[in-house]
């Protein structure tokens, strides 16, 4: 067993380690990283040959978490890791996105990267390693693969930026960026900011490249010594140049004729190049009548793979050339845009987007603290009151297929769009915000929709956003070996599939706050990056133009269906007193008033929030909660509750958990003998006055005939004349003998003896 170790430095000192030959020995490639106590061990196998048929790369990532990782059990029945976390799909598709181009374009043989976390120390993030262990397990396989790669994140915490920062450190920082890159080229971005400058974006793109070079250094001397320079031979693809020549020869100037042509509508369009494609079919297989059915289908495929690139070839030489794009916009152009908001009744806010041909129908619901959404991944743990979910169903592209479950894409998408916006929800907020969009037309860019209907529905419901927020895709189109470039706006699904960038920013007036970058070529420079961050600012700004004219700031008010919330902050002693034996209390409350009450102690003190759909419910519920936590005060006056009825007068429940004593005397200015005259039962409400607080035994003393206008001609029962003082006692010596002392009866007989004799 020969087991080869590599370490790599990160600037702030702590060391990654790669180790291969101990685990893991029958994947064509297994390398156990470890940073702290943090260890991912990524493996990788391929297929020796390609499914018949296949045309594309078949690459498929998975990264999992072990509870046991961290020493937690799963939770659930079971008590075993279930399907994929949303994080973890999310850290598959990072992996994914920086992994995919870099294969062989005629590599079609299926490739399975596996990355999972065994142990974890609760500092180190491990998606940000995740990518750097995959590169480094296909560095160490004869599978080819033109890297290695890295991905680091980059934070700015103020003012520098940090490289892979703790899990702590995040929480500071302003920036969080993900960035994938060869030694030469960066692959992939994605992150979120603080509404920063593209002037800090490129600079933490800077920083993370600096960083991942070394990366890539420590990787390329990894396979050295593993001996595993020289990679697996391949023959994924058949190929016939003549036939490539012929189709291009035939198609090319049609293609390009129709890429020219500046058709705006999709299916059109394609319909138009696929035409172009069947021609040359029917006119090959006319010309080779020699050949079987099977031979003419093998040919046919060749077509497909052989048109798809003169197709591509002209689009991207008519953008180059002549400055024009398929649907006949300039380079800078932004599609038509219409927004509407409040198009749905029953939400609480609604909006739709239409860009070209993208549209977004978004829907905002209002929650309260119950609906928040419980975060239980195995190295994070909260609460999430800003929901967005992403829905991508098959007939917004005309696709005639069923509907199936929850996709990568859609909660990739749908977590850009979130991160776009959640910054500008205050940290106040007393709602939870679910954000629905569900995308209706599709031909690019449907992310960014998403995040300008999401703004729209936002205002419409009256959620106090700090700033609206609008989104762009922008592609690039650039030639190897070509100093020539065109930077695309606003670009089409087509310009996306057949350009080699998709470059998505979303911001305020005041800067960035998410990005998402794939790059398909080579040697893009920081020239270009820098032009495309500032022709995506002036598109961002356009588009915001288009948002504010619909609906210029949020509504004052909430629709009268959503529900209200009143905060409440109350002393952290009281806490106890509001919820009660068992929950009894506000349980109790909720019952009576039909309101929701939710409490936690936050920063010392109890945080309440009702919510109910009537502002009649909340002010309820408000007053029985300041009830409980009120003070009492002499001379304020109180509605009770007679809890008890006694002959010297009535024991009255002021406050929740507070009687007092109303004594008969204290009922009305009329004199009562008995209790009963006053016909006062148990259970009845009255008003009382609190007249005095015992200072010794703290005992309330209660009135209502202090409530009651005094009659004319009242006069106050004379006051008890005070006992007067006897002096002090005289000393009468000792206590002299009295004998044996006699029954009580036995005195009483004597004392009538002697009577009587004194009467004789």
């Known amino acids: 067993m020969k087991i080869v170790t590599k370490e790599i430095q990160l600037p702030d000192g702590r060391t ?6 101990k685990l893991a020995k029958q994947a064509d490639g297994a390398v156990m990283l470890t940073c702290g106590k943090t260890m991912l061990l990524a493996t990788v196998c391929a297929a020796k040959d390609a499914v018949p048929g296949t045309d594309f790369m078949p690459l498929q990532v998975e990264y999992r978490e072990k509870y046991a990782s961290i020493g937690r059990y799963p939770g659930g029945f079971t008590k075993r890791e279930g399907r994929p976390s949303d994080y973890e799909i999310l ?10 181009p ?5 590599y079609h043989a299926e490739v399975f990267v596996n990355i999972i976390l065994f142990s974890a120390d609760g500092e180190q993030m491990p998606d940000a390693l995740a990518g750097l262990a995959a590169s480094a397990a296909l560095a160490v396989s004869d599978i080819p693969f033109q890297g290695p790669i890295s991905e680091v994140r980059v934070a700015r915490i103020n003012g520098e930026y940090v490289i892979d920062p703790t899990f702590k450190q995040l929480e500071q920082a302003d ?25 800090d974006l490129l600079g933490a793109m800077k920083a993370a490249h600096d960083e991942i070079k070394k990366h890539c250094k420590i990787q390329m001397e990894l396979t050295e010594e593993v001996g595993k320079t020289v990679k697996r031979e391949y023959c994924h693809e058949v190929n016939d140049e003549d036939l490539r020549q012929a189709v291009k020869d035939a198609c090319y100037q049609k293609s390009y004729n129709l890429a020219a042509e500046g058709n705006t509508d999709k299916h059109s369009r394609e319909a138009n190049f696929e035409a172009v494609r069947d021609e040359f079919k029917e006119q090959y297989h006319a010309a080779h009548p020699e050949m079987s059915e099977d031979e003419l289908a093998e040919k046919d495929s060749l077509i497909d793979r052989y048109y798809h690139d003169v197709e591509r070839d002209a689009m991207r030489r008519c953008v180059l050339d002549e400055g024009k794009r398929l649907d006949g916009r300039k380079t800078t152009d932004i599609r038509p845009i219409w927004c509407e908001v409040g198009y749905l009744p029953g939400p609480h806010g609604s909006s739709i987007f239409t860009r070209g041909e993208t549209q977004a129908l978004c829907s905002v619901t209002l929650g309260t603290k119950d609906d928040e959404k419980m975060v239980d991944d195995v190295l994070d743990q909260h609460d999430e009151r800003f929901l967005l979910h992403y829905n991508f169903p098959p007939f917004c592209t005309g696709e005639a297929k069923a509907q199936r479950s929850l996709g990568r894409r859609e909660i990739g998408h749908g977590h850009l769009a979130w991160r776009a916006l959640k910054g500008q929800i205050p940290e106040d907020y007393p709602y939870c915000v679910r954000v629905v969009s569900d995308i209706l037309e599709s031909n690019g860019s449907s992310s960014m929709a998403t995040v300008c209907a999401g703004t729209l529905a936002l205002m419409d419901a009256g959620v106090k956003i700090k700033n609206p927020v609008s989104g762009i895709a922008m592609g690039l189109i650039k030639n190897p070996g070509e100093d020539k470039y065109a930077v695309l706006s606003d670009i089409l699904g087509d310009e996306d599939h057949l350009g080699d960038m998709d470059f ?5 007036v005041k800067g960035l706050t998410a990005t998402q970058m794939d790059i398909k070529c080579d040697g893009l420079s920081y020239e270009i990056l820098e032009k495309a961050l500032a022709q995506a600012k002036a598109g961002r700004e356009y588009i915001l133009s ?8 949020p509504r004052a008010d909430l629709k009268p269906h959503a529900p209200r919330i009143e905060t409440l902050t109350i002393p952290k002693e009281f806490i106890g007193a509001v919820i009660g034996p068992g929950g009894k209390i506000i349980q109790g409350m909720q019952e009576e008033t039909g309101a929701s009450i939710s409490i936690d102690e936050v920063d010392g003190v109890g945080k309440i929030e009702v919510a109910a759909s009537n502002r009649d419910s909340i002010e309820a519920a408000l007053a029985k909660i300041r009830a409980i936590v009120a003070i009492p005060e002499v001379g304020e006056t109180y509605e009770g509750t007679v809890r008890s009825v006694m002959p010297y007068g009535l024991f009255v429940e002021f406050l929740p958990g507070k009687d007092g004593l109303l004594h008969i005397s204290e009922i009305d200015w009329k004199r009562y003998e008995t209790i009963e005259e006053t016909g006062i039962k148990e259970g009845d409400k009255i008003q009382v006055k609190l007249i005095d607080i015992d200072p010794k035994t ?6 209502r005939r202090a409530l009651i206008e005094k009659p004319e001609g009242y006069e106050e029962r004379p006051a008890r004349q005070p006992r007067q ?14 004998g044996p002392r006699h029954h009580h009866d036995n005195r009483r007989n004597d004392q009538q003896e002697n009577g009587n004799n004194e009467e004789q």
Request: glycine share 8%.
């Open 504 to 508: 998505k920013t979303t911001g305020t």
């Open 546 to 553: 288009k948002i504010t004219e619909t609906i210029p700031e």
């Open 91 to 100: 850290t598959c598709r990072l992996v994914d996105r920086a992994l995919r």
């Open 698 to 703: 703290g005992k309330f003393k209660l009135s």
């Open 175 to 199: 920036m969080d960026v993900m960035v994938a890159a060869t030694y030469d080229n960066i692959m992939m971005v994605e992150g979120e900011m603080k509404e920063v400058s593209e002037a």
């Open 16 to 21: 990654i380690k790669l180790e291969t030959g």
């Open 102 to 106: 870099l294969f062989p374009d005629n």
């Open 725 to 738: 003082d006897r002096g002090e006692r005289q000393d009468r010596g000792p206590r002299q003998d009295r």
